[in-house]
């Protein structure tokens, strides 16, 4: 588990390509402090089991599945990536709930200043967007942030100057692919309500159950 709160920005240093498959090795700083082979890190939201460790770089395997579902799929030698260990049990949470099991891509429509703070509009499939809702929180290559505005077609955040100089928002511009994970909570409330194909099924979860019970 993970809060949506980047730690430092890594740099991939090699990637092996299997058949469906790649090995990642990253360099960085921060996040390899107390860590173990077999720990979990986010990378750019994507959770990875580290697999190898040196004094300045991890590495981790990428799956068949994971390649297809996310943006890890273009990175290349020297591209940044936002990092973030997995969440201790007497951790803070900075940011909101993040599995760092993203539900798909999303591309960068716009990005525009507003006096301090930066913009950025995502487009999105209308299986992400049903659980983006405005004021709501939403994981952005990892990183946890508010949702100001929702449309049909696409979403937009308010970024903070600290957020943007230390996370690879920094360098994301129109038409950039982006990995998107929505809040884990909406999905599984759909899942109880609707447990098949969105449609509504006998269920003993109803509104009035739900607010019997202080939901």
Known sequence: MFTGIVEEIGTVTQIRHGPHSAILTIAAET???????G?????????????????????????????????L???????????????????????????????GVGTVANVRRDD?????????????LRYIVEKGSVAIDGISLTV???????????????????????????GDPVNLETDVI???VE???????GRRQDTTITKEFLSQHGF
């Open 186 to 188: 909406g999905k599984y």
């Open 116 to 128: 301090t703070a930066v913009w950025f509009t995502v487009r999105a499939a209308p299986d992400i």
């Open 73 to 103: 799929s273009r990175l290349g030698t020297g591209s940044h990536v936002n990092l973030e260990r997995a969440m201790p049990a007497d951790g803070r949470f900075g940011g909101h709930i993040v599995a760092g099991h993203v539900d």
């Open 191 to 197: 899942k109880l309500l609707f447990p098949t194909m």
């Open 148 to 174: 100001a505005a929702v449309t049909q077609t696409d979403f937009s955040i308010s970024a903070i100057p600290h957020t943007v100089a230390n996370t690879v928002l920094r360098e994301r511009k129109r």
């Open 31 to 37: 996040v390899l402090e107390t860590t173990k082979i």
């Open 39 to 71: 720990d979990s890190i986010a990378v750019n939201g994507i959770c990875l089991t580290v697999t190898a460790l040196s004094d300045t770089s991890f590495s981790a395997d990428v799956m068949h599945e994971t390649l297809n579902r996310s943006a």
